[in-house]
Every structure is written in C-alpha cells, then in structure tokens.
C-alpha cells in the first residue's frame, strides 16, 4: 500500500494512555500532531488522554484546517493538566468555521481569557454548528459564567449538555469549576428557554 492511499484512507486515530504519577507524561506538541496534517481524510480524532497544554489556537488552527472531514474532535480531556492551557474560545471558533461536519466536540480550553467580545465578534462572521449538543470540557479553567455561555450559545445553539471528567485527581478548584460549570449550561438553558418565547 502506497503511502498516499495510506494518508488517504485513514479515517480514524484513537490513543488511550494510563494514567501515571506524572501529570504531562503524555504530551503533544504541534511537532507531534503535524504528522495527523499528512491524513487529510480523518473523520475521528481521539486523544482525550493526552495533554494538549503546548497547543495555542494558532496551532490547532493550522491542524484542524487540514481536516475538513473531521466529524469527532476529543483532544486533552481525560485528565487535569498542571501546564497552563493555550487554547482559548478564538481556538474552539476557528475549530467550528474550519470543521462544517463536527458533531463531537472535547477540547480542554482557557475559559477565563473571554474578553470583552464573543468568539463571532472578534472573527467578524457567523460561527454556528448545529450538530454539535454535547461539549466535553474536561477540567477547563473558567470565571465569566454568564459571558462563557453567551459564548457557547453564539456559536452551539444546540449546546444541551456540557461534561465534565470526574477523575480522582482533587484540586483546589475542581468543585468551583465543577459549579461554574453547571452555571454555564444553566444560563443557555435559560437563554434558550427566552429565545424560543
């Protein structure tokens, strides 16, 4: 088989890694994962235990770009990751306006950086995936409740459900998050429940 119809034909990557004492022993880099820019006709991409930290919205911009087929994103959220994230919502909005057919979604994200202007405002044009109602988050930093869910509504209307991952690992602000978390789909919930009056 030709390294082309190798390239080619790959539809899926899974990777599941065990847990270890080390909290980044398995991670990616943009190094690593320009190697997936080779498999153009990928549909799933599953590495929800991989630590994705080094990756910024530049990065997963120029990957997620060369996959236009891309159907399941699920990258860094099996774990809570002690390394600072860099992908931000311009990282999940460049995501959305680069992969039409995406309907998973889990992307571990800097929620605190918002901003004053919604993912849509700041790319100038309307970001919206319909076929996305779940979005795994992981252990996703966030402070702005009501401005992250102003966020996510703007871009998944269809947004029912927001998970989280319950591993063992306690740290001094899971339950906040866990509680902002709860907020966030409160807030659409209500959103939503306005909207259609």
């Keep these: 088989m030709s390294d082309h119809t190798l390239c080619d034909g790959l539809e899926v990557i899974q990777l599941d890694t065990p847990r270890s004492g080390g909290h980044n022993q398995y991670m990616f880099n943009l190094d690593t994962l320009t190697m997936l820019l080779r498999f153009s006709g990928l549909k799933r991409i599953h590495l929800s235990t991989i630590c994705m930290s080094y990756l910024g919205d530049h990065a997963i911009g120029s990957i997620v770009r060369s996959l236009p ?19 931000t919502f311009n990282g999940i909005a460049t995501i959305l306006s680069s992969c039409p057919n995406l309907r998973v979604l889990g992307l571990v994200f800097d929620a605190t950086k918002l901003g004053p202007t919604t993912p849509t405002q700041i790319l ?19 402070e702005q409740t009501p401005g992250v869910a102003v966020a996510l509504w ?5 947004l029912s459900e927001i998970y989280l991952e319950f591993c063992t690992h306690a740290d ?18 209500y959103h939503k429940l306005v909207w259609n009056r």
């Design 154 to 158: 703007e871009i998944l209307p269809c």
């Design 172 to 189: 001094l602000d899971r339950d906040a998050r866990v509680t902002k978390w709860g907020d966030v789909m409160k807030y659409i919930n």
């Design 124 to 142: 100038g044009e309307r970001i919206c995936n319909t076929n996305i109602t779940s979005l795994r988050v992981g252990f996703s930093p966030i």
């Design 69 to 87: 087929h891309l159907e399941e994103l699920v990258i860094g959220t099996g774990y809570f990751w002690s390394t600072p994230l860099r992908i």
